[in-house]
Nanobody
């Protein structure tokens, strides 16, 4: 089993920044990819950014490119998502996720473990 615990969500004005964190624990040898998904009200959950745990390869959804940065600190067993220039449409519940491999990691059906989620709200 792998446990994922997110933190760092909150409310911010458009153009602002937030950094999400996810502490990863448990049997992490079983996973090779970590990522961030989000789900806005009335919409499907979508992959935002992923990173290979050993390769450090990254992939970003088009909506995140140029604004979000995914990173990991293996010494702290923590995954991060730095979000800059936030927009109204970034409002969503953000979930930390883990998959067996980098291939397909941005697809919800391939995720093995989920965190409980942290809310990000962008408003005036």
């Amino acid at each position: 089993q792998v446990q994922l615990v997110e933190s760092g969500g909150g409310s911010v004005q458009p153009g602002g920044s937030l950094r999400l964190s996810c502490v990863v624990s448990g049997y992490t040898d079983s996973i090779d990819c970590l990522g961030w998904f989000r789900q806005a009200p009335g919409k499907e959950r979508e992959g935002v950014a992923i990173v290979g745990r050993r390769t450090y390869y990254t992939y970003y959804a088009d909506s995140a490119k140029g604004r979000f940065t995914i990173s990991q600190d293996n010494a702290k067993s923590t995954l991060y998502l730095q979000m800059n220039n936030l927009k109204f449409e970034d409002t969503a519940m953000y979930y930390c996720a883990a998959a067996r491999s980098f291939r397909g990691c941005a697809i919800e059906s391939n995720i093995l473990y989920w965190g409980q989620g942290t809310q990000v709200t962008v408003s005036l």
